[in-house]
């Protein structure tokens, strides 16, 4: 998908909210699988199923008495939980995307939290950073509790930097396109470009944190749509102006799937990404020396943050043993264990501090992100997003 599609997308949107706006749940009745706690995630990497592995391990040892069956998910992760909530066979622990927890929320599926957290005093709710506090939340109740959070900054070249005499990454909107412009180099005088300054990507999640630095939403507290105002048409057009103005590329562009492997492959000199790229540019490219610097600001300071929360649904039958299992992996110890190698950043400040991540020289520019951070959520069901990126 072009930027000269780019708009397309959006008036897309508005068909698919519009078409794509039910879902069909039925909370009567229970699944009973026996004695065990069913837990279950999607499958994003080895890596990550391991962690969770080891952390329920640890839940294990520190309850003995519940017994847990995890149970991740492999491909189509949102439409087997669907299913499975429409027909009360759903897992006593799943995880929820934040972007479509509203939709989610509207339907009375998930199981309140208060009661559970009022009887248990060592699970602090303040102890969340602000933004994600209440993201699985209605009228004050809580829904679900976020594991972690990977928020966008700023990965730039070092090396490339020096070479251009850049001693700062870009602050703010102006300093990024100028920075840009100066890092965009036909190297070897063939008339062709062959280091960007940028590689950006088309997609809706990669601009909203433009929209929000210039004071845009994408939709406002009533569930209203606000990508026809200025704000948002501002942003877009400065965001798709990069392309334009021919100091950014698109991944395919210059023969890359995404913006990670442009930067890895040094087509460009930054890129606009979450904590999932270290791993990936560690391991594949560990020759490449880059920094991190937070978003360049526009009117404000912003950056989009991306989490997943805990829930459990109303016809679980066993949902004490749920709670145990929940708090535990939304409390400390347990969110210590799944965020210590970094893959995302810890939901709770007393976590980040035990794990050393404010003082560490990468994971300090996401965690740090936190104060300023937005996530981004709809109220219609995911389906539109899909569909929309296909167009």
């Known amino acids: ?223 209203a749509l606000r990508f026809t105002e200025p704000e948002f048409v501002e942003a877009l057009e400065y965001y798709s102006g990069l392309h334009r103005n021919g100091v950014a590329a698109l991944p395919a562009e210059v023969g890359s799937g995404g913006n990670g492997d442009a930067f890895g492959r040094e087509y460009c000199a930054m890129i606009i990404a979450g904590g999932w790229a270290l791993p990936f540019l560690d391991e594949t490219h560990p020759n490449v020396n880059y920094e991190l610097a937070f978003m360049p600001a526009g009117k404000m300071r912003a950056t989009v943050a991306f989490t997943t929360a805990y829930v459990m649904p109303k016809s679980s039958q066993k949902k004490m043993e749920s709670w145990q299992l929940l708090s535990y992996l939304a409390g400390k110890k347990g969110m210590a264990e799944w965020t210590s190698l970094g893959l995302a950043m810890p939901s709770r400040r007393s976590v980040a501090e035990t794990n050393g991540f404010y003082d560490h020289p990468r994971f300090k520019w996401f965690v740090n992100s936190a104060e300023f951070a937005r996530l981004f959520q709809v109220t219609y069901v995911e389906r539109w997003y899909d569909e929309a990126q296909a167009t």
């Open 1 to 223: 998908m072009h930027f000269k599609r780019f708009n397309k997308v959006i008036v897309t949107v508005i068909f698919s909210l519009s078409l794509l706006s039910v879902l069909f749940f039925s909370s009567c009745g229970g699944y009973d699988s026996g004695d065990a706690v069913r837990l279950s995630s999607w499958v994003s990497s080895p890596i990550e199923t391991q962690l969770m592995r080891s952390t329920v391990d640890s839940f294990r040892t520190a309850h003995p008495d519940v017994e847990v069956k995890y149970e991740p998910i492999p491909g189509s992760y949102s439409e087997k939980i669907q299913l499975m909530l429409g027909t009360s066979t759903a897992p006593d622990v799943f995880y929820l995307k934040d972007m479509v927890a509203p939709s989610y929320l509207r339907y009375d599926v998930l199981e309140p939290l208060n009661d559970y957290v009022a009887a248990t005093p060592e699970f602090v709710t303040e102890d969340f950073f602000p933004f994600l506090r209440n993201a699985f939340s209605k009228d004050s109740i809580f829904y679900g509790f976020s594991k972690d959070y990977n928020p966008y900054v700023l990965f730039y070249n070092a090396d490339m930097f020096a070479e251009a005499g850049i001693t700062e990454p870009p602050q703010n909107w102006a300093e990024l396109q100028e920075t840009a412009a100066r890092l965009t180099l036909d190297k070897d005088g063939d008339g062709k470009i062959d280091q960007y300054g940028l590689v950006i990507e088309p997609v809706i999640e990669m601009l909203i944190p433009f929209v929000y630095q210039n004071g845009g939403t994408f939709q406002d507290e009533q569930g």
